[in-house]
């Protein structure tokens, strides 16, 4: 790195050399601009861990991607960062594969479905927060769906109600999503199941008065025409709470307040 001398100060780019500031070092320096080209990358034996670090994240953006998707028509729930989140989760998958060398292992959400169990869309508004009255989900036969079981409840007493609203309703949701492996035909990650990658399942309750207790909720979800999930397909179960102002014969929902969380993989 160079070290300007001279008696002219200055920062920023003349031709080919870049002029800064160091923090706690004195004087000014000098470097070339920009880093490696995209072919040294591609080629270069020196970013060989850099490439397989890039494949890996790829695979784990595209499965993100894909459960976000999946659910994309309750996006009205996600958090401004759930793809990073989701990203980050999906890698942590990838990680725990042993099976394949760096650059190659396979995301099997199959094999550690307990990293995604938990996720709430937002963070900032946790379901556990705004739904308060206990709940299970109760997976289907071979796996087509399952049922969202809740007791009878004062919403008053077991939801956190946004101020205006006179209404809501629960939703039970299913998303197959397969596990992916790299494809030595493509070079990138791809669901080793894709009829079934991104099929889903939502069920939502009637709308429901938050002045007045609950009957027992059972809700059942299931895939579109009683797809059974194949063993390499994982099953995310979210569940969710939408509130609703009626005005006249119309209910309108909520910007905020509603919340949702993936409750189980299986």
Do not use: W
């Not at 729930?77 to 760096?102: C, Q, W």
């Not at 006249?248 to 189980?264: I, K, P, R």
């Amino acid at each position: 790195m160079a070290r300007q001398k001279g008696l002219i100060k200055y920062v920023g780019t003349i031709g080919d050399v870049r002029h800064f500031k160091i923090k706690g070092e004195k004087g000014y320096f000098a470097g070339l601009v920009g880093g490696p080209t995209a072919e040294q990358v591609k080629t270069g034996d020196e970013f060989k861990r850099t490439r397989e670090n890039m494949a890996e994240f790829a695979g784990c953006a595209k499965v993100g991607k894909a459960i976000r998707t999946a659910f994309s028509p309750l996006k009205h729930m996600f958090s401004r960062r759930l793809t990073g989140t989701l990203t980050a989760i999906v890698k942590r998958i990838n990680l725990e594969d042993g099976s394949e060398v760096r650059g190659q292992r396979a995301i099997l959400l199959t094999q550690v479905p307990q990293h995604l169990e938990g996720l709430d869309f937002d963070p900032a508004l946790s379901l556990t927060s705004v739904l308060r009255s206990p709940f299970d989900v109760v997976e289907a036969a071979g796996r087509k769906g399952s049922t969202l079981v809740v007791p009878k409840f004062n919403p008053q007493n077991s939801l956190k109600v946004p101020s205006g609203a006179s209404h809501f309703r629960l939703v039970n949701a299913v998303a197959a999503i397969s596990d992916f492996a790299l494809s030595a035909e493509t070079g990138s990650y791809e669901p080793k199941e894709a009829d079934q990658n991104g099929v889903t399942g939502t069920a939502f309750t009637n709308y429901l008065d938050v002045m007045k207790e609950t009957d027992e909720i059972n809700l059942e979800a299931t895939f579109l025409n009683g797809m059974e999930p194949k063993p390499e397909v994982a099953v995310l179960n979210a569940v969710g709470v939408e509130f609703y102002q009626k005005v006249g014969d119309n209910f309108y929902m909520f910007a905020s307040g509603n919340a949702m969380q993936l409750v189980d993989v299986f």
